[in-house]
């Protein structure tokens, strides 16, 4: 199975999905920090609790305390405020200017935000592909799921896993974007922790999915 297949039949099942939701870069910027440990419903709820308010000015001066009451719902508050807040001041850096950080070095911009407090691989990646549009491919648990259960042996260093896709795909930051979205989007419906292999539009390529389908003709065959 190669990973260009994996696309192709996911796009022809999904198609464009428009990602990362979100009004502004710096808006994706603090989901993308957010969503750490946590589902998009409660991204949702604590964006909104910004009542239209959510800037990086806004981030900046307002109070550890009442950042934390605004972003409660996305958990481990505490934590996310101070990082939200050195992300922040990593972008002020540019003037929080996105075509200032688009003129910059993706090799480099990806180690200064790993420096950040709070920004890990996944976080780094999804910043700069989703918020600034640079083609760095996003990895993360819902990746590497699919990864082992079509059969692919998954390196444990996420940077060796960017590899797999980087290696062989063109540097295509919509490409990248839309082959995220698609494994997100696969993994909720049907690539779950217990996959739901029916209609999947990997079944008939996936190692587990032909196990599946395997386990449930001979189900059917000792009804007859």
């Not at 969503?35 to 998009?40: A, C, E, K, L, V």
Request: aromatic residues 12%; glycine residues 8%; contains cysteine.
């Amino acid at each position: 199975m190669k990973i260009s297949r994996i696309y192709e039949l996911l796009n022809d099942r999904y198609g464009n999905l428009g990602w990362w939701p979100g009004d502004s870069p710096y808006e994706i910027m603090v989901g993308a920090v957010l969503t750490q440990n946590t589902n998009w419903n409660n991204i949702e709820k604590a964006i909104a609790n910004f009542k239209g308010k959510l800037s990086p000015e806004f981030v900046e001066n307002i109070s550890y305390d009442e950042l934390i009451d605004i972003i409660r719902p996305a958990g481990f508050f505490n934590q996310k405020a101070g990082y939200l807040k050195a992300v922040t001041e990593w972008f002020k850096r540019f003037g929080y200017s996105e075509e200032t950080v688009k003129r910059g070095e993706l090799v480099v911009l990806r180690r200064e935000l790993l420096a950040v407090k709070g920004v890990g691989r996944e976080t780094a990646d999804s910043i700069l592909l989703y918020a600034f549009g640079f083609p760095t491919f996003v990895i993360d648990a819902y990746t590497n799921r699919l990864l082992t259960r079509v059969g692919f042996e998954v390196p444990k260093k996420y940077d060796e896993v960017k590899a797999l896709f980087e290696g062989v795909l063109p540097r295509d930051e919509a490409l990248y974007n839309n082959y995220h979205a698609c494994i997100v989007i696969n993994a909720k419906e049907h690539c779950k922790a217990k996959p739901v292999c029916a209609g999947c539009p990997l079944e008939m390529v996936c190692g587990t999915g032909q196990e599946w389908k395997l386990n449930f003709t001979r189900v059917e065959n000792s009804k007859i």
